[in-house]
Nanobody, 121 residues
């Protein structure tokens, strides 16, 4: 069982920055992939950024060059640094991880509770 707690969302002016955190807890043996998704009102959930256990990253075209995903494996925590924020970045952001739990051969998927990011113009 893996639980995710997100923090760092809030209200920021256009051009500002926020850093989201995703802390994983439970019987974790290893965190595999980590990702951040977002969903704006009336829109589908979309992948914003992902990172593998080896550190390879992928970004949505809309955030490339502005957002940076990272992870601290020792702390079982992932981050999303968001710079040069735009009003269109306004959404609920969700952390997603795939993790192998202690004593298990299999990876499980977990979602954070979501954190609101609002960017004013």
């Amino acid at each position: 069982q893996v639980q995710l707690v997100e923090s760092g969302g809030g209200l920021v002016q256009a051009g500002g920055s926020l850093r989201l955190s995703c802390a994983a807890s439970g019987s974790i043996f290893r965190l595999n992939t980590m990702g951040w998704y977002r969903q704006a009102p009336g829109k589908q959930r979309e992948l914003v950024a992902g990172i593998t256990s080896g550190g390879s990253t992928n970004y949505a075209d809309s955030v490339k060059g502005r957002f940076t995903i990272s992870r601290d494996n020792a702390k079982n925590t992932g981050y999303l640094q968001m710079n040069s924020l735009k009003p269109e970045d306004t959404a609920v952001y969700y952390c997603n991880v795939r993790a192998q739990t202690t004593g298990s051969w299999y990876s499980v998927e977990s979602w954070g509770q979501g954190t609101q990011v609002t960017v004013s113009s």
